[in-house]
């Protein structure tokens, strides 16, 4: 079992910067690939972006490309979301996820992920 407590959240002007972190417990963290996704008021929860467990290229959704980076510190169990140049449409609850895996894919749906956070809420003022 993995548990997964994110923080970071808050409201920010557009155009501003918040980062994101995850820590996670109860397992090591090393052979878990970790994700962010959002989901915002009356719409479906959204893949933002991915570290594979392999260290192989990080993806991202094409809305947060070149604005938000994820990164990890596996000796502190712990994923990093920053995100630069908000938008309100970034607006959203901010879930991290993580699966363990012994390939190089990486998973962008929701329902491939195992473990959940409890969100984050970021919210971004126009």
């Known amino acids: 079992q993995v548990q997964l407590v994110e923080s970071g959240g808050g409201l920010v002007q557009a155009g501003g910067s918040l980062r994101l972190s995850c820590a996670a417990s109860?397992?090591?963290?090393?052979?878990?690939?970790v994700a962010w996704f959002r989901q915002a008021p009356g719409k479906e929860r959204e893949f933002v972006a991915a570290d594979p467990w392999s260290g192989t290229r990080t993806s991202y959704a094409d809305s947060v490309k070149g604005r938000f980076t994820i990164s990890r510190d596996n000796a502190k169990n712990t994923v990093y979301l920053q995100m630069n140049s908000l938008t309100p449409e970034d607006t959203a609850v901010y879930y991290c996820?993580?699966?363990?895996?012994?390939?190089?894919?990486?998973?962008?749906?929701?329902?491939?992920?195992?473990?959940w956070g409890q969100g984050t809420q970021v919210t971004v003022s126009s």
């Open positions: 996820a993580a699966v363990f895996q012994s390939n190089d894919y990486v998973p962008r749906r929701k329902t491939e992920y195992d473990y």
């Open positions: 109860g397992r090591t963290f090393n052979r878990h690939t």
